[in-house]
């Protein structure tokens, strides 16, 4: 599977954008970006997925550059309940039942 | 109603015991999944079973064993517990497993502590 880089962490202002990146240089055409996030002491919840074209959903947006080697998951208004840490994912179209979780992004949203 | 559910929520036990934790989804999916979060909080699939048949075991020592009833549930039955098992066990479900559709529903995870 195509490895993914993120920051380690972020700050985010509640009521305020968060734009998170995320690097997947070595993603292939059959992969889908995917992003989770785990609020601490819970435990993982999906928030969006996307092969080529940019997404939206009731949670975020998801933008993917034109050659796919990176993506930007966005949190329109970030609230304290954000707070969380944020997993970039890339998973082939394929019979692949597996995530692979890399150490994410820690996001922090303060008032 | 909770979608995927674990019991137990805590479990500490002494090494060397043998214990178990269950897992129930409520959504109807085909595929389950267990997943261990070290204390460094890196998040490792163990195992997967898609109707009741294993699918993925990932070089989790043979001590660790999933057990499927049906397709709701998947329990995970650890023999012989050491200090490295110390970890939170996360089991989810997904429906599609291979499709392009592959959300996974986690649920809440028991924290397994062995002294």
């Known amino acids: 599977d195509a490895k993914t880089t993120q920051p380690p962490s972020m700050d985010c202002a509640e009521g305020r954008a968060a734009n998170l990146p995320c690097n997947h240089s070595?993603?292939?055409?059959?992969?889908?970006v995917y992003w989770y996030r785990q609020i601490h002491s819970q435990g993982p919840q999906y928030i969006i997925h996307g092969l080529k074209n940019n997404e939206t959903n009731e949670m975020a947006s998801l933008i993917i550059t034109e050659d796919r080697k990176s993506s930007t998951l966005i949190l329109p208004h970030a609230t304290l309940r954000d707070t969380a840490v944020y997993y970039c994912?890339?998973?082939?179209?394929?019979?692949?039942?597996?995530?692979?979780f890399g150490a994410g992004t820690t996001v922090t949203v303060r008032a | 109603d909770t979608a995927v559910s674990q019991t137990p929520k805590y479990l500490v036990t002494q090494m060397g015991n043998d214990k178990s934790i269950k897992c129930e989804q409520n959504l109807g999916h085909d595929t389950m999944y267990w997943y261990k979060q070290d204390s460094k909080k890196f998040l490792k699939i163990m195992f997967s079973?898609?109707?009741?048949?294993?699918?993925i075991n990932e070089t989790v020592p043979n001590r660790f064993s999933p057990k499927s009833p049906d397709k709701a549930h998947l329990n995970l039955h650890i023999n012989s517990l050491e200090l490295g098992d110390s970890a939170v066990y996360f089991c989810?479900?997904?429906?599609?497993?291979?499709?392009?559709?592959?959300?996974?529903?986690f649920g809440p995870g028991t924290r397994l502590t062995v002294l």
């Open positions: 070595t993603i292939s055409g059959n992969e889908y």
């Open positions: 994912i890339v998973r082939p179209r394929s019979n692949d039942y597996k995530l692979s």
């Open positions: 989810a479900s997904s429906q599609d497993p291979g499709g392009t559709y592959n959300e996974q529903f």
């Open positions: 079973y898609n109707n009741k048949e294993l699918i």
